[in-house]
Nanobody
């Protein structure tokens, strides 16, 4: 069973930075496309950034130019560098494999709280 363990969240002031990590086990990580998702209080969970197995990246418009997704296949880890954080970036961040037919469970996520 594939498992994702997220870490790196915390409380920061607006304009600050955080780096999230997600360690993946139970899959051939180098073949996976990975995504970071955010669930703000009272809202649905939305995709924030995606990185393909080849390293191609895509971002939600709200985070373009501020967030960077990357991966280290040797460590089975995907990262999310978040700079210039805004109040509206507050939420629980999750990582998950991206692809058709996948049925992975969500991890516990990591909480990011940005104070204005």
């Amino acid at each position: 069973q594939v498992q994702m363990v997220e870490s790196g969240g915390g409380a920061v002031q607006a304009g600050g930075s955080l780096r999230l990590s997600c360690v993946v086990s139970g899959s051939i990580f180098m073949l996976d496309s990975m995504g970071w998702y955010r669930q703000a209080p009272g809202k649905q969970r939305d995709v924030v950034a995606v990185i393909s197995r080849d390293g191609n990246t895509n971002y939600a418009d709200s985070v373009k130019g501020r967030f960077t997704i990357s991966r280290d296949n040797a460590k089975n880890t995907v990262y999310l560098q978040m700079n210039s954080l805004k109040f509206e970036d507050t939420g629980v961040y999750y990582c998950k494999r991206v692809g058709l037919g996948l049925n992975d469970s969500w991890g516990q996520g990591t909480q990011v709280t940005v104070s204005s």
